[in-house]
T-cell receptor, first 115, second 112 residues
Framework: DGGITQSPKYLFRKEGQNVTLSCEQN?????MYWYRQDPGQGLRLIYY???????QKGDIAEGYSVSREKKESFPLTVTSAQKNPTAFYLC??????????????FGPGTRLTVL | QQPVQSPQAVILREGEDAVINCSSS?????VHWYRQKHGEAPVFLMI?????EQKGHEKISASFNEKKQQSSLYLTASQLSYSGTYFC?????????????FGKGTKLSVKP
């Protein structure tokens, strides 16, 4: 079955620790995205990548880092510099980067809690 | 700029209709609609491109008024399964292609 997987579903970390969230897709999509969702705030774009080995900052990139070494993988690292990391993190992917083909498919999300 | 959705929340009885609006302060190239159940991933409903197209999906349809920079989602004869939070995502002219700015969502509750 084609889709997007994120792991783990729930993650607990101590303050000051870096943590990496996994996102893998087997849809052969070129573009991948990371969003953060907080209650009542909708989805806010952290980083996006339209091709392998290239990525761009979204609206709230501070305190986060990404890599795109493979087409199917787009891991997100939440660093200790992120002031309020507790949130629901969603990964998405889409065909290409053109507007007519960018229906986004979302993974199940990772709920990160920093204690 | 984040699009503004209205209303923030709506409660319906099964079989009733609802309209959810999405307005932007910037010129829009496209509007996307998604529905998210609690604790789950958003699910794609439809894309509307410039040109005032109206698209439909069973009893859920939407319109896009490019001039007014807004889109509306119409849910007719609502079913219990329609409950969830609806998000619009807008793609602006001049923005990076493929990137969406999402509204804060409209929570829809359908009661029996």
């Amino acid at each position: 079955d084609g889709g997007i997987t994120q792991s783990p579903k729930y993650l607990f970390r101590k303050e000051g620790q870096n943590v990496t969230l996994s996102c893998e897709q087997n849809l052969n999509h070129d573009a991948m995205y990371w969003y953060r969702q907080d209650p009542g705030q909708g989805l806010r774009l952290i980083y996006y990548s339209q091709i392998v080995n290239d990525f761009q900052k979204g609206d709230i990139a501070e305190g986060y880092s990404v890599s795109r070494e493979k087409k199917e993988s787009f891991p997100l690292t939440v660093t200790s510099a992120q002031k309020n990391p507790t949130a629901f993190y969603l990964c998405a992917s889409s065909h290409g980067s053109g507007p007519s083909s960018n229906e986004q498919f979302f993974g199940p999300g990772t709920r990160l809690t920093v204690l | 700029q984040q699009p503004v959705q209205s209303p923030q929340a709506v409660i319906l009885r099964e079989g009733e209709d609802a309209v959810i609006n999405c307005s932007s302060s910037k010129a829009l190239y496209s509007v996307h609609w998604y529905r998210q159940k609690h604790g789950e991933a958003p699910v794609f409903l439809m894309i509307l491109l410039k040109g005032g197209e109206q698209k439909g999906h069973e009893k859920i349809s939407a319109s896009f008024n490019e001039k007014k920079q807004q889109s509306s989602l119409y849910l007719t004869a609502s079913q219990l399964s329609y409950s969830g939070t609806y998000f619009c995502g807008t793609e602006n002219y001049g923005g990076s292609q493929g990137n969406l700015i999402f509204g804060k969502g409209t929570k829809l509750s359908v009661k029996p």
